[in-house]
């Protein structure tokens, strides 16, 4: 039987109970303290005699709390939900509805946010009255109850917690792990990165990308975790020199962003530069390496799928560079035509995958048509060497990944053709270096209006659209080129090109 995550934790804190377990802006723990906060958490959740299983949702940053809750629901028998910071009011209401939480965490105040405020009035919507639970000043949020009880723990069968994912019409999917998923991906993850109790992660963000091998992993390996509360490129940089990681968890945009000042940092301590969320550009993961001691490992998979793929540390740099490795925790891959045949290695076609890491499922939707005869289609467009490793060339749908978020054009179209100076919208995404792709809103307007960049962005933001889904780019189009029914999207990529260029 695999060792649990908290199995994991009671052994460190038995063993290395002073070394530095997790840390962040504003408070910094032991694997001891860990242990006791954690279990004293779990005993506050199991003294509210909620039905085991009961979902605790934490709409979070990057915050010590997002990992110790974590570890509090295993613990406690309960199923954790942690959603975005960076959503908004439409993605977090959709979220409550599904899972409907018998507790919920949010912070006071976030950057310009009020979380709290905001979930609160989600709730009052909805009609719901679960737990409260508000992160304010104070160093450490602190939840106090009895000792738990061991056979409250999680089973491996049981569900650990759903991760959120942009869906394709804008609406997060939410897709459940059982905790056997979750110790799958720990125990490969700990592996593939030669993971032990000397190492300490820096997570630039939270989420489903790099960041787990910080809340699944590192645990499991008594690795320390320090997390950035919100990234800055320079705040980033000042952490490497000052907590001196050896594995910083990034998407390539956020490693983009920290390129340029390394030469100027003591960044010796760093042996791996560890991302996902998006394609890395070559000449970024060449320049890392040239001016760093670290390797790139590329990653691959999604949060509404599980499986995942990865290069070695050990491959060449030709490897490491320019794919993303080959299927980890028993994951398995294959790239097929559109009639689903097995392609021959270097041939591009769709991406499908199934394996032991994979969601269980999914809440409130059942996503059937991205399972098929027991494969998941990723609808991206990938090719394979002789040795498996996987090269993504391009995607079969229409999202767009800004800096390793997915953004549904569906619902920002939406949104712009209820505005009142738009007769017309498309979105489409438009290259960049640092983030990948930039959201572009390509609107015809209605006769007499002359919309403008900010107006239509601070429609949009009160409209309760998430920050980085807000147009960043704008085209104003006579009319969009159709084919048929359909708006003709590679014409229109080619039109936005030309007309951003004349403009800078």
Sequence with gaps: MRETIVAALARHAR?????????????????????????????????????????????????AELYLLRLA???????????????????????TERVRPAVAVSFARFRERAPSEELDGVFAALGMDPIRV????????????????????????????????????????????????????????????????????LTLSPGVGPARAAWLAAPLAGAGVVALLAFGADAALEWI???????????PSQLAMLAPGLARIDCTTVRLWYTAGSVLPVSLAEALEATTHGKVVSTYGGADFGGWAAADPDDPPAIRHRTV???????????????????????????IGRGPCCVRGYLGEVERDRWRDGWFHTGDLASADQA??????????????????????????????????????????????????????????????????????DRLRRSGLAHFKLPERLVVLDALPWVGDKINRRALAELAAARLAQTG
């Design 15 to 63: 063993e290395r109970p002073a070394a530095g377990a997790i840390a962040d802006d504003r408070s910094r723990l032991s694997w001891g303290e860990t242990e006791q906060w954690v279990g004293r958490a779990a005993g506050w959740l199991a003294a509210h005699k909620l039905r085991r299983g009961a979902a605790v949702l934490g709409w979070l940053p990057n915050c």
């Design 73 to 95: 629901c295993e613990q406690a028998g309960f199923f954790w939900v942690p959603v975005p910071a960076s959503l908004g009011r439409r993605e977090i209401a959709s979220i």
């Design 134 to 201: 508000t992160v304010r000043d104070e160093p450490l949020l602190r939840l106090d109850g009895p000792p738990p009880r061991a056979c409250d723990a999680l089973r491996l069968e049981e569900d650990a917690h759903a991760l959120a994912t942009t869906g394709s019409e804008g609406i997060p999917k939410l897709a459940v792990f059982t905790l056997a998923a979750a110790c799958e991906r720990a125990h490969a993850q700990t592996r593939l990165l030669g993971l032990t109790a000397a190492d300490i992660l």
């Design 241 to 251: 020199e000052r907590e001196r990681p050896s594995v910083v968890c990034g998407t």
């Design 325 to 351: 490795g080959r299927g980890r925790g028993g994951t398995e891959f294959r790239i097929v035509d559109s009639r689903g045949r097995d392609l021959p290695a270097g041939a591009p076609g769709e991406l």
């Design 388 to 457: 498996g490793n996987i090269a993504i060339v391009g995607r079969l749908k229409e999202v767009i990944i800004r800096g390793g978020d997915n953004v549904s054009p569906a619902e920002i179209e939406a949104l712009l053709r209820a505005d009142p100076e738009v007769s017309d919208a498309a979105v489409i995404g438009v290259s960049d270096p640092v983030l990948g792709e930039r959201v572009c809103a390509c609107v015809v307007p209605v006769a007499g209006a002359a919309p403008g960049l900010e107006s239509l962005r």
